[in-house]
């Protein structure tokens, strides 16, 4: 069985790149010149990869770390001694983007091993599901469409992915240095650096809780009842917990590789007055709490085959009804943080180019009480959401929740690019779905992928005022 799963994921993964470099040269051959984001990207690479590092050479315009042009520097650059390019052609627009095709291969590799290593091996329909699994995230359209184009997307998640992976095996100082090469491709990454810390204190956090609660049994106590018991007794757990001097040492000397990698990323903010260089202008962080929501359903739609069922909807009605004065309380209060932190970044009503721009348009910004009538969508989709990873710890929820709201609720700028990482660790984390979903969920990926790259290539238009082409992307 191992060795067939071995067959099937090489299949995979050679069907993907094969497919991938079709595109790359129908992307390549329909954009000569850099597009969107590119425009500050590309010439920078090739400002690095023609050997000029010093800060006068820095766009203001780009708000991230160097990471990507490092990386590109190092990967272009050895080709031209071993093949005797001229500069010209290793620094060249298609190089540099065909950086991102091979972070998307490691990617591949990535999530099949964190697959295997997450999700347990005692079914023999696993490796079947695994390598699907696989090859679903591999083409989840908001990450894949990035993947040809030279943005830092490809290469953010493969260093995230690699950090977490590393963690799940235990080497946490390779695990670090890892989160910091994520942090060098984005500043936010640093949240899942913190996130592989959260997992190994979750680990030891459920261990000692499983202690404690058979302690308990075997004792007999009285347990504590009243609404929120649960709740209490874990509060109560964590208190005593970290009152011991021995579980907080324990803990130190598990995580401190990611306490000097925070340490280090305090320092950066503390320097460079803040988490973005360059242009801080369209870039300021906010209390913008119905991105949470936004992801909220961004996942529902994307996962809507594991999410969205009518036992799903029936459990859900029922739990509404049972706790009917728990959920009024939290419609209230989302509908107020929907009134009072809902904000419009200038980019998303400014730039026509993003799909954004008309689900916003066309959604949210044509009737105002639309904002308010999605809440209940939202309170399901977070339910269903947290539903789907009952299987972990408690502590782990916590964590994941935790960095997710981190990662996104000071964004201003509703984009689904800030979606991919927290997504992809979403899914990692649920249990393997059955076969028919996963089926499911990778024909509705490829049709939308389909729908996306032929927009992008095919259905072009120009601004009045500029004679350059434009194209509808994420």
């Known amino acids: 069985m191992a060795q067939l799963e071995g067959y099937y994921f090489s299949a995979a993964l050679s069907c993907t790149f094969l497919v991938s470099c079709l595109l790359f040269s129908a992307f390549s051959r329909a954009l000569r010149e850099p597009y969107m984001d590119e425009i500050f990207h590309l010439p920078q690479a090739q400002r690095y990869c023609e050997g000029h590092f010093s800060l006068s050479q820095w766009d ?67 490796s079947i599901q695994r390598i699907l699994s696989t090859l679903t995230l591999a083409v989840f359209p908001t990450l894949y469409f990035f993947n040809f184009l030279y943005y830092t997307e490809a290469g953010s998640m493969f260093f995230t992915l690699f950090a977490y992976l590393m963690c799940l095996y235990g080497n946490h100082k390779t695990s670090a240095l890892l989160g910091f090469c994520g942090f060098m491709f984005r500043q936010t990454n640093i949240i899942w650096a913190v996130f592989c810390a959260g997992h190994v204190i979750a680990q030891k956090l459920t261990e000692a809780w499983k202690t404690e609660l058979q302690k308990k049994k075997e004792e007999r106590l009285p347990p504590i009842k009243g609404p929120y018991s649960e709740f209490r007794k874990i509060l109560q757990f964590l208190l005593v917990y970290s009152m011991s ?9 598990l995580t401190w590789p990611y306490i000097l990698l925070v340490f280090a990323f305090c320092v950066f903010v503390v320097v460079n007055g803040g988490i973005v260089i360059g242009d801080r202008s369209s870039h300021e962080a906010c209390f913008h709490f119905p991105q949470l929501f936004y992801f909220f359903s961004f996942t529902l739609f994307f996962s809507f085959p594991h999410l969205l069922s009518p036992t799903k909807i029936k459990a859900f009605l029922c739990l509404v009804w049972k706790r009917r004065i728990h959920f009024c309380v939290i419609t209230l ?3 107020f943080l929907v009134w009072k932190f809902t904000y419009v970044h200038k980019y998303l009503l400014a730039d026509n180019r993003h799909y954004t721009f008309y689900v916003w348009k066309r959604v949210f910004q044509r009737y105002e009480i639309m904002k308010y009538l999605l809440v209940p969508v939202y309170i399901f989709a977070g339910w269903s959401i947290a539903d ?48 028919s979903r996963l089926v499911c969920e990778l024909g509705c990926y490829v049709i939308v992928n389909f729908l996306t790259f032929y927009i992008f290539l095919s259905k072009t238009f120009q601004w009045p005022n500029s004679q350059d082409t434009q194209r509808f992307m994420w």
Do not use: D
């Not at 001097?245 to 000397?253: A, G, H, I, R, T």
């Open 388 to 435: 789907s990873l009952k299987s972990k710890s408690v502590f782990w929820n916590l964590m994941f929740f935790i960095c997710l709201f981190t990662s996104t609720v000071p964004q201003k700028l509703l984009e689904f690019r800030y979606f991919i990482l927290p997504y992809v660790i979403y899914r990692l984390n649920i249990p393997l779905p059955p076969t």
């Open 245 to 253: 001097v021995k579980n907080l040492s324990m803990l130190f000397l």
């Open 60 to 126: 203001p315009m780009i708000t991230t770390l160097p990471g990507l042009y490092l990386v590109s520097v190092g990967v272009v650059k050895p080709a031209s001694w071993i093949f005797g390019w001229s500069e010209h052609v290793v620094c060249s627009i298609g190089m540099l983007r065909f950086v991102n095709l091979l972070f998307s291969v490691g990617n591949f590799y990535l999530l099949y091993l964190l697959f295997r290593k997450v999700q347990p091996r005692n079914k023999a329909a696993s």
């Open 333 to 335: 209060a989302s509908i």
